[in-house]
């Protein structure tokens, strides 16, 4: 399997604690990636605790050696553009190189996050233009950058900066759309069971995906066992 597989971490807790050790545990299980979302708290649940991915990479990647790491997906407009870019500068120096700077507009779903701490919702165009312009910056640094794929035109965008399109929960049909105009990475969960884990990664392999990271399943032993299966063609 020439696709690189990745874990995203569990970063909706009080402490950064299970995080950690899910990044060491990945690091020595030989996964490609660790990956840390952008929240200020989960989906719809503004009562329950989220992780900073930022001081969280950080201390991966003094701590890790081997393992990609980044965001999935940054979000334009929580802080300013150069502030973003300069963050993962920063990490990208810490990571020896390792980052993948994942970058996205964020959505009517996460928009709630961005009010309740008096943050400005953009509109659409705007975000695009943010994440275009933030997307470019990376590239031309020399970071591994994707952006969080959505409408056509942030897709068109995201690919006119030069980045790999990232695509959240997408079927495999849509991958393989993709995969025609430029690198594309997948992200989501994968079934609990090993076949059916092995044959979804097999499958976006197939479709020309080059990364999947997926929801971590509370171990890094489920999807090296998956990934090990796809290889083999057991998927």
Request: overall charge negative; some cysteine.
């Amino acid at each position: 399997m020439t696709m690189r597989v990745g874990v995203i971490l569990p970063t909706f807790a009080p402490t950064a604690a299970e995080a950690l050790d899910a990044a060491d545990e990945a690091e020595e299980s030989g996964l490609d990636g660790v990956f840390a979302y952008d929240h200020l708290w989960p989906m719809g649940e503004p009562g329950r605790p989220a992780i900073s991915p930022y001081p969280l990479l950080g201390a991966i990647a003094v701590r890790t050696r081997l393992v990609a790491l980044g965001t999935l997906v940054a979000r334009v407009g929580l802080a300013a553009d150069e502030v973003l870019v300069e963050e993962m500068l920063s990490l990208e120096a810490l990571s020896g190189g390792r980052l993948v700077a994942a970058v996205g507009t964020g959505d009517a779903k996460s928009a709630q996050e961005n009010r309740a701490y008096g943050i400005a919702v953009r509109p659409a165009h705007e975000r695009r233009a943010q994440l275009a312009a933030v997307l470019t910056a990376l590239v031309s640094a020399g970071v591994t950058a994707w952006g969080g794929g959505g409408s056509l035109a942030t897709n068109a965008a995201i690919r006119a900066s030069g980045a790999a399109l990232n695509l959240w929960a997408a079927p495999v049909e849509a991958v393989a759309d993709a995969a025609r105009d430029g690198e594309v990475t997948w992200a989501g969960r994968l079934p609990s069971h090993r076949e059916p884990a092995a044959a979804l990664l097999a499958a976006l392999e197939a479709a020309g995906a080059s990364w999947a990271c997926v929801i971590w399943p509370g171990a890094a032993a489920p999807v090296v066992a998956a990934a090990s299966t796809a290889r083999r063609g057991g998927g």
